[in-house]
């Protein structure tokens, strides 16, 4: 038979561990959110430093003196430690979608271009606020471009979470 205070003390111990397991929880969110952030932010950060790098279709992997759009990507995400196949194409299949209305920072953004519509062609680094960190075209190189241009709005294909 169970007395009034073991049954109180075993209460209280339930309550406590429950508590103690959603806060844990709770927590637990925040730190991956934050882990995805800074590891997005840190992608943008070396992106960044190539701006004007001019564009070479086809440039060589390991090239800084000249990137195309998926070299780019593949450069810059190696530099925090991850291994992206060296085309667009192949690189729209690496992590999980991600629905354009819930990008963060390093996400990768793909589009289609000459090969046919919804085909991807092109590959571009989410920079937050409606921004796009990518290089396209001879005479531009690495910039930003804005996501919500009439060009990239119509021409935008799906995005993936690789970080």
Same mark, same amino acid.
């Given at each position: %038979?169970?007395?009034?205070?073991?049954?109180?003390? %075993?209460?209280?111990?339930?309550?406590?561990?429950?508590?103690?397991?959603?806060?844990?929880?709770?927590?637990?969110?925040?730190? $991956?959110? #934050?882990?995805?952030?800074?590891?997005? #932010?840190? !992608?943008?950060?070396?992106?960044?430093?190539?701006?004007?790098?001019?564009? $070479?279709?086809? *440039?060589?992997?390991?090239?800084?003196?000249?990137? &195309?759009?998926?070299?780019?990507?593949?450069?810059?995400?190696?530099?925090?430690?991850?291994?992206?196949?060296?085309?667009?194409? &192949?690189?729209?299949?690496?992590?999980?979608?991600?629905?354009?209305?819930?990008?963060?920072?390093? &996400?990768? !953004?793909?589009?289609?271009?000459?090969?046919?519509?919804?085909?991807?062609?092109?590959?571009?680094?989410? *920079?937050?606020?409606?921004?796009?960190?990518?290089?396209?075209?001879?005479?531009?190189? !690495?910039?930003?471009?804005?996501?919500?241009?009439?060009?990239?709005?119509?021409?935008?294909?799906? *995005?993936?979470?690789?970080?």
């Amino acid at each position: %038979m169970i007395t009034k205070n073991k049954f109180v003390r %075993m209460i209280s111990s339930i309550g406590l561990c429950a508590a103690i397991g959603w806060t844990s929880l709770g927590l637990a969110a925040p730190q $991956q959110a #934050e882990a995805a952030t800074s590891r997005g #932010e840190k !992608v943008i950060s070396i992106g960044k430093k190539y701006l004007g790098v001019n564009y $070479q279709f086809g *440039a060589p992997t390991g090239s800084t003196r000249t990137f &195309d759009c998926s070299s780019f990507t593949k450069h810059v995400y190696k530099k925090v430690g991850v291994s992206l196949p060296r085309i667009s194409k &192949d690189q729209a299949k690496k992590g999980y979608k991600v629905a354009k209305s819930n990008l963060k920072k390093g &996400d990768l !953004v793909f589009f289609w271009g000459r090969n046919g519509k919804g085909r991807v062609a092109h590959v571009a680094i989410y *920079a937050g606020n409606n921004k796009i960190l990518h290089t396209y075209k001879r005479g531009i190189g !690495v910039t930003y471009s804005s996501l919500n241009s009439s060009y990239w709005k119509k021409h935008y294909v799906t *995005a993936r979470r690789v970080v």
